[in-house]
């Protein structure tokens, strides 16, 4: 199957988990992951209608997304990855979303670089939900104390909260710990579900989910 059937299939079944969950059509944003896919297929997406786009390294994005933007003004370009600050000044300049911010060191060089460019990308926390010791995001329970020092200090808007549960691991329990989280913080979006799961995430409440494969095929991380 090419990129515009697997994206018809995808949207297909965000759809019927909408329905089956009781939730409005269309609350929930597919964002298209196309890490390690070349400009070509990102076209292919685009020219099927996809609007929104997904990737984790701030140089990647970089080489194909500005022609890309150019070509389709209304992309909406969603930076998943972990963020150094060092790459701050660029991750403000090209994307629209950061969805990984997790630390006291990211967030103040975010609020620094979008107060000199005058550009503000909508900002998620990634949360460790899983609190797996290799993985970015803050610890669950230092939501609260976070989000007051981005709100409040650093006079950040933050959009949503994101996670990525632990591989292997049914994923229910850590879409419920972040919908909680938001709720109890009130944080209004959820970006949570991958190819593998995220027809769960849309019953859990995700208001975006992040799918690649399912819609690009497998990656191939020797080329
Ligand atoms: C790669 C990636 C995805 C997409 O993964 P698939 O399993 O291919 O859908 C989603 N979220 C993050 C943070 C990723 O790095």
């Known amino acids: 199957m090419g990129v515009r059937e697997n994206l018809e299939d995808v949207r297909t079944k965000i ?21 390690t896919h070349e400009a070509d297929m990102i076209r292919e997406a685009i020219a099927a209608g996809q609007r929104v786009f997904g990737e984790n390294r701030v ?17 909406e ?3 998943i990855g972990p963020l150094q600050s060092n790459k701050a000044e660029d991750a403000v300049k090209l994307f629209d979303v950061i969805e990984s911010v997790d ?9 620094r670089e979008m107060a000199k460019q005058g550009r503000a990308p909508r900002l998620y926390i990634q949360v460790n939900t899983g609190n797996e010791p290799q993985k970015a995001g803050i610890d669950p329970r230092e939501t609260g104390a976070f989000l007051t020092l981005c709100r409040d200090e650093l006079g950040l808007e933050i959009e ?5 549960p632990p591989a292997g691991e049914n994923p229910g329990p850590h879409f419920a710990l972040l919908a909680d989280l938001a709720s109890e913080n009130s944080v209004a979006k959820l970006s949570m579900g991958m190819s593998g799961d995220y027809e769960i995430a849309v019953a859990f409440g995700a208001t975006s989910v992040r799918v690649g494969s399912a819609i690009f095929g497998a990656r191939d991380y020797a080329a």
């Open 103 to 111: 630390r006291e060191k990211i967030a103040r060089a975010l609020a």
């Open 77 to 79: 370009l969603r930076l």
């Open 15 to 35: 759809a019927a988990a909408e329905h089956e969950a009781e939730r409005a059509k269309d609350a929930v944003t597919l964002v298209a992951v196309s890490k």
């Open 59 to 75: 140089q990647e994005a970089q080489r194909k997304f500005p022609e890309l933007k150019q070509e389709t003004p209304d992309l």
């Open 160 to 164: 949503g909260l994101m996670c990525i």
